[in-house]
């Protein structure tokens, strides 16, 4: 126990290192509608946030998850699932009339040609203005699976055992990996649709 009166305690996200204060408020102080991206082991989460004294307001909040919906059968944690994620998050949210909004990537290290960038990606896609670097974009070939797809081409060339292992879960399920990319785009065009 701290004996000393000038002691503060800190905050409790910020003792568990979940919250840059500093970098919050210079976000919140710009009054804008925060883009919220969070990328986890198997899902990503993009989500429209205002800023709220009694707590931030939530306005639109899409997981990859919700590609189910669209028939999307590949992994939900992997670069053509952010794009898309971001994608229907996008279409959602000019729909609710939101037309820009600045990015928040809380305390992911920005690094160019991620998943996070991949997700914003498909939100600009989408429809809304968010002040970024073209330089952090992913390569389109990248959002749309194909290297996902010639990985799997050449590692089953290479050896059927090790494809096997691999891709198991996409053969229990009888998908083929090489199909990544109709896939993808036949999703993009289902969620460009219900503009």
Known sequence: MARNK????????????????????????SRRTRLVI???AKNIIVQ????????????????SQNLNKFNWAFSKGNMP??????????????????????LDIGLNISIKGTLIY????????????????????PDEKR???????NYANELKSKSDESYKKQFSDYIKKNINVSDITKQFNAVKSKIMESK
Do not use: C
């Not at 429209?48 to 997981?63: L, R």
């Not at 991949?118 to 974009?137: C, F, N, R, T, W």
């Open 6 to 29: 000038k002691y503060t305690v800190k905050f409790r996200r910020k003792r568990k290192n979940r919250t840059d204060y500093a970098k919050r408020l210079s976000l919140i102080s």
């Open 38 to 40: 969070r990328k986890q």
């Open 48 to 63: 429209f946030v205002d800023f709220g004294e009694k707590g931030d307001k939530v306005i639109i909040s899409v997981t």
């Open 81 to 102: 699932s952010a794009y898309l994620t971001g994608l229907l998050a996008g279409v959602m949210a000019k729909k609710k009339g939101i037309k820009s909004a600045i």
């Open 118 to 137: 991949a997700a914003l990606k498909g939100v600009l896609d989408g429809g809304i203005e968010v002040p970024h670097s073209k330089e952090v974009l």
């Open 143 to 149: 959002l749309m699976g194909e290297h996902i797809a």
